[in-house]
């Protein structure tokens, strides 16, 4: 090769470095928000109905850009089984018309308009597998039925069991899954992606526990598989930032022992708060201390309130100053944040959590 082309060949390499570089948004987000919206509910379809089209989309938007907040994890569903937005796969599978499991408004469609008109990106709560709550649904879209010393438990036992109460007992989310469910799930998720497109800018998957980890390789010469599921998911947006989570520990949070996901590309960072409290010794949880592999963003999530989705009031330790310093800290060390927020079935954030957040938005200069 000549000394020009040896030029011009590493000039590429450089653009196409800072090209990939600028598109990893999430670290420029400075911090954001997430919103278990409505997930701990067991409504009926009418209730459920009646929560999604209260939700003020303008005004939760309005609220949501006043925090300085560049990023929102919307809970779309969680383990309840119902969803605010339609899907006919989800439909089909479980035999129902819309509105039964899923919701008439499409809440997310909307939501993700109005947050890419004030340019803050959406990345999508999802399970990792079939919602546990209910074992029809279970059934239905395939996955592993919980069971008893390797038996299926059957209806009549509930699947959020423990073996402590029963022993022996192993609910479904700690079983391999089936090839049949990452097919259904593909269809269930990839009708979402596909409508989407670049509305959602990522997917935070939840559950997904070491034995799917364990799994990936065994499932790899199935036809459905845990990486037809992802391609299913990145199909309308094939530069979607993936996380996924599998507790509240560093190993599995920040990923310090390695991808949960071939495919995972920024931690999923369950926590609660900047330290990590272990059996006999607090660490500041922060990039330095526990560094997530090579190509994955490192990312922290925490309650601002009570709980996830809970609480009206931010928690006393959490003065502005405390997650100003905090969120900085991180930011400064190639890190980014995630407040979980609570809010109504409306979408109103409760006043002092919102003013607490907006101190934040203030300091970044909003």
């Known amino acids: 090769m000549k000394p020009h082309q040896i030029l011009i060949t590493l000039l590429l390499l450089l653009t196409s470095t800072t090209a990939q570089a600028e598109q990893r948004w999430l670290q420029q987000s400075g911090y954001g928000l997430m919103f278990h919206y409505e997930c701990f509910k067991n409504y009926d379809s009418r209730q459920y109905n009646q929560a999604i089209d209260s939700f003020d989309v303008k005004q939760w938007g309005k609220d949501v850009e006043s925090t300085g907040a560049g990023h929102v ?5 969680q383990h309840w089984g119902k969803y605010c937005a339609p899907n006919s796969a989800y439909e089909k599978l479980l035999g129902v018309e819309p509105g039964v499991w899923t919701s008439k408004r ?4 909307e939501i993700g308009e109005e947050l890419k008109r004030r340019d803050i990106k959406l990345i999508l709560y999802m399970t990792a597998r079939a919602p ?9 879209m395939g996955d592993t039925l919980p069971t008893i010393n390797g038996k299926v438990a059957g209806p009549g036992v509930d699947t959020m069991s423990h073996p402590r109460k029963i022993p022996g007992f192993v609910r479904s989310e700690h079983q391999k899954p089936p090839p049949e469910f990452l097919r259904n799930w593909g269809n269930v998720c990839g009708e979402w992606s596909l409508r989407y497109k670049d509305l959602v800018a990522g997917w935070w998957f939840d559950g ?3 034995v799917m980890q364990e799994s990936y390789a065994e499932l790899q010469s199935q036809p459905h598989n845990i990486d037809t599921w992802i ?5 309308g947006n094939p530069e979607a930032e993936l996380a996924f989570n599998a507790g509240a520990y560093p190993g599995a949070a920040q990923c310090v022992d390695g991808k949960l996901c071939p495919h995972q590309t920024f931690t999923a960072g369950e926590g609660h708060g900047f330290m990590y409290k272990g059996k006999k010794v607090s660490t500041p949880l922060n990039p330095e201390n526990y560094p997530a592999p090579d190509g994955v963003i490192w990312h922290l999530l925490f309650p601002v309130s009570d709980g ?3 609480g009206t009031k931010p928690k006393t330790e ?8 905090g969120i900085d800290k991180i930011k400064a060390q190639g890190g980014v944040v995630t407040l979980d927020t609570p809010c109504t079935a409306g979408g109103i954030i409760p006043p002092a959590v919102l003013k607490r957040l907006q101190e934040i938005g203030k300091a970044q200069g909003l």
């Open 231 to 235: 391609a299913a998911v990145r199909s």
């Open 208 to 210: 997904y526990k070491k």
């Open 73 to 77: 994890i919307f809970v779309i569903g």
């Open 308 to 310: 996830w989705g809970a």
């Open 318 to 325: 959490y003065t502005a100053k405390y997650l100003i310093q």
């Open 132 to 140: 546990m709550r209910h074992y029809h649904i279970i059934k239905a």
């Open 106 to 109: 499409d809440l997310i469609q």
